[in-house]
């Protein structure tokens, strides 16, 4: 008797076995799908959502512009993104700053300042910088840049070692 019990055991145990096999697939293959059909229809977001963060992202570079101008650099260093605020000290980059000999010069023209969202945290910032050199005022250019910033902890924030390479970066 014991002999013909054994095959169906191990037969119900197989079976048990592939069992779950197959639930766990399905349920993985339904994990993986369901973000996919959740987070596109909600991650974008409509246009008037659009346009206001891509406002707030330009309100927040004209005030990063005016801190420079002003040269606010410790106010400004606040404003780094964290992962280049590693990078670099709050002193190191006041310093770094000060020895530039180029500072943004006067209102940005609205006709070059452009916003581009492409995500909820990340916007790009078409313009295009007047700059006058610190040491010879009459001495000025004016320079088309593309500057990134993103939204850490609710504040829009940019990279400050891009920041301080402006004025010389092609």
Known sequence: MMPSTRPACIARRRFRAALRVGAALSLLLL???????????????????????????????????????????????????KSTQARISRQDFAQRMVELSWVPDGELNPKYLKSVMRFRTMVYINTRILYRNK??????????????????????????????RSPYAT
């Open 31 to 81: 994990l993986a799908t369901m973000p996919l059909a959740g987070t596109t229809a909600t991650a974008e977001p409509n246009p008037f959502e659009q346009r206001d963060i891509e406002q707030r992202a330009l309100e927040s570079f004209k005030r990063m512009v005016r801190m420079w101008q002003e040269e606010l650099y410790f106010e400004l260093y606040d404003l780094g993104i």
């Open 135 to 164: 040491f010879n005022p009459e001495e000025r250019f004016a320079k088309d840049q593309v500057v990134l910033l993103l939204q850490e902890d609710g504040e829009w924030r940019l990279d400050l070692v891009a920041l301080i």
